[in-house]
């Protein structure tokens, strides 16, 4: 099988990137419990998947296949814990717009629980933080997850860093756990979201 190809992003390839992306949330479950109105989410899958694109790119930190049909957005060591600034500035407050101000709302205090979750398994310890990792519907299931997490991992391991990341389906869990993390909680957050906590430790 062909080893795909792995490049590093910056703001130039917005807007490939951003569109891969909403293709794989379009129907993400994290979405769908904050925003059930099917066209106001439709609407907001973009704006949400940019801000973190943009964040991450800022940090040099965005991988994806040539194609462009899987990518990988984190945060690097140094750069793992975003202020509010960088998100005000990456479009935060479009994201919210565009989900409505019941779930835009709702969005915005989600960010303090994931960064105390976080912070609960990995403490104070350098770490790469995978904020956003996704494949098109249409590419899914030939390796290119693993692909794209490649220049992270290897990163981590020559540092001596774990890699953190989270998801709510359930079904992600044994997906991640073959890439090598292993399960270290569950959290159910305000309204019932649950997020599944994953880390992989440095080879």
């Known amino acids: 099988m062909t080893v795909p190809v792995v490049e590093r992003l910056t703001r130039r390839d917005e ?24 066209a106001r989410r439709a609407r907001a899958v973009g704006p949400y998947c940019r801000l973190l694109f943009r964040i991450a790119a800022r940090r040099g930190a965005v991988f994806a296949t040539a194609d462009r049909a899987a990518v990988a957005c984190t945060f690097p060591p140094g750069s793992e814990w975003p202020g509010a600034w960088a998100y005000l500035r990456a479009g935060v407050l479009s994201a919210a717009w565009r989900l409505g101000f019941r779930s835009g709302w709702r969005f915005l205090r989600l960010g303090s629980w994931f960064d105390a979750t976080r912070a609960k398994h990995v403490g104070g310890r350098p770490h790469w933080y995978v904020i956003l990792l996704g494949v098109r519907p249409a590419a899914q299931g030939r390796g290119l997850g693993r692909a794209v997490l490649g220049p992270v991992f290897a990163a981590a391991d020559r540092a001596g860093v774990p890699v953190y990341l989270e998801t709510v389906p359930e079904a992600n869990v044994a997906v991640y756990r073959r890439l090598g993390f292993d399960l270290v909680g569950r959290t159910e957050f305000p309204g019932g979201l649950p997020n599944w906590e994953l880390c992989r430790e440095p080879r």
């Open 15 to 38: 807007r490939a990137a951003v569109a891969s992306l909403s293709e794989a949330f379009a129907d993400y479950q994290f979405l769908t419990t904050l925003c059930p109105d099917p």
